[in-house]
C-alpha cells in the first residue's frame, strides 16, 4: 500500500478537526466579548 | 437553555467518535482506491454541511428582506442567523476544498485542477468570503439589506456546483450519490457515511447556536449604546 494514502488520509482528518476547532475558539470568544459591557 | 447545549455537544461528540470508529475500523476500503478512500466519510458530510448551511442563510436573508420594514425584531434574527450559517457553511466548504485536495494529490497525482467542479466550488467560497467581508468592513444600517441580497445572488452558485459534474466533463468523478444507475457507494460502507453526516450536522447546529446567540447579544450591546448615544445628545 502507497504510505502516502495513509498519510494523506491522516492528514485530511486532522485538518477537519483543526478547522472546526479554530473555527469553535473564534466562536467561543465572539460569545464572551458580547457579554461583556462595552468600554466608555 | 444552557444544558440542552451541552448535552446537545455530548451526544454529538459520541456520535462524531462512533463515525470515527466506524470510518476507520468497520467499513471495508473501497477495492480499487484502497485506505484513501476512508476520505470519503469527512469529504462528504463537509459538503451536506456547506449545502444546508448555505440554504440556511438564503432562507434567512430572503426573511430579513421581507421583514426589514414590518417586524424589525424577527427580521434581525433572520439577520444574525444568516451571518451565524453562512460562516458554517464557508468553514465546510473550506474544509470539502481542503479534504478533496489531499484526496486528489493521492488519486490523481495533483493537489489542484481548474474543473468545473473546483473552479464552481472556489468561486462560491470567495463569493461567501466576500459576503462576510462586506458585513465586517460595511457600516449603517444599508449592510445588513447589502448582505442578504449578496447571500441571494451568491446561492445561485450552489446548483451550479451541484450540477456542474452533471453539465461538464470533469476531472472531478461523476455524480456518486444520485448519479442513476450503476453509481453509489457499496452499502456495506453506508454506515460510515451516514454516522458522519449525522455528527457532523450536528457539531454545525452546535456552532451555528452559539454563534447566533453571540450576534444576538452583540445586536442588543448595539442598540443600547446606540439608545444611550440618543440620550446623551
Known amino acids: 500500500m502507497n504510505p502516502m494514502f495513509h498519510r494523506h488520509l491522516i492528514l485530511a482528518y486532522a485538518v477537519t478537526w483543526v478547522i472546526h476547532l479554530v473555527y469553535l475558539t473564534y466562536v467561543v470568544l465572539k460569545w464572551r466579548a458580547a457579554d461583556r459591557p462595552r468600554s466608555r | ?233
Not at chain 2, 458530510?45 to 438564503?58: D, E, I, R, T
Not at chain 2, 466548504?93 to 464552481?120: E, K, V
Open chain 2, 1 to 233: 437553555m444552557k444544558l440542552l447545549r451541552w448535552l446537545w455537544l455530548a451526544l454529538t461528540l459520541a456520535v462524531l467518535a462512533n463515525g470515527f470508529r466506524v470510518a476507520m475500523f468497520v467499513v471495508p476500503v473501497d477495492q480499487a482506491q484502497g485506505e484513501i478512500s476512508r476520505i470519503l466519510y469527512y469529504h462528504v458530510p463537509s459538503w451536506c454541511g456547506m449545502a444546508v448551511f448555505f440554504a440556511v442563510n438564503l432562507i434567512c436573508s430572503i426573511t430579513y428582506l421581507a421583514l426589514r420594514n414590518r417586524n424589525q425584531g424577527r427580521a434581525l434574527k433572520a439577520d444574525a442567523l444568516a451571518v451565524a450559517s453562512a460562516e458554517m457553511g464557508v468553514v465546510y466548504c473550506l474544509i470539502g476544498m481542503t479534504t478533496g485536495s489531499l484526496w486528489a494529490r493521492a488519486a490523481w497525482g495533483i493537489w489542484w485542477t481548474w474543473d468545473a467542479r473546483l473552479t464552481t466550488t472556489l468561486v462560491l467560497w470567495l463569493i461567501y468570503v466576500a459576503y462576510l467581508l462586506v458585513r465586517r468592513f460595511t457600516v449603517g444600517p444599508e449592510m445588513r439589506t447589502l448582505a442578504a441580497v449578496i447571500a441571494i445572488f451568491g446561492y445561485l452558485d450552489v446548483p451550479i456546483v451541484y450540477m456542474s459534474t452533471r453539465w461538464w466533463r470533469t476531472q472531478h468523478p461523476a455524480p456518486v450519490f444520485f448519479g442513476g444507475p450503476n453509481t453509489g457507494v457499496d452499502p456495506s460502507m453506508m454506515p460510515a457515511l451516514w454516522w458522519n453526516l449525522a455528527g457532523w450536522l450536528a457539531w454545525g447546529i452546535f456552532v451555528v447556536s452559539l454563534r447566533y446567540a453571540a450576534e444576538c447579544r452583540q445586536q442588543q450591546a448595539d442598540r443600547r449604546a446606540a439608545h444611550a448615544a440618543l440620550e446623551a445628545v
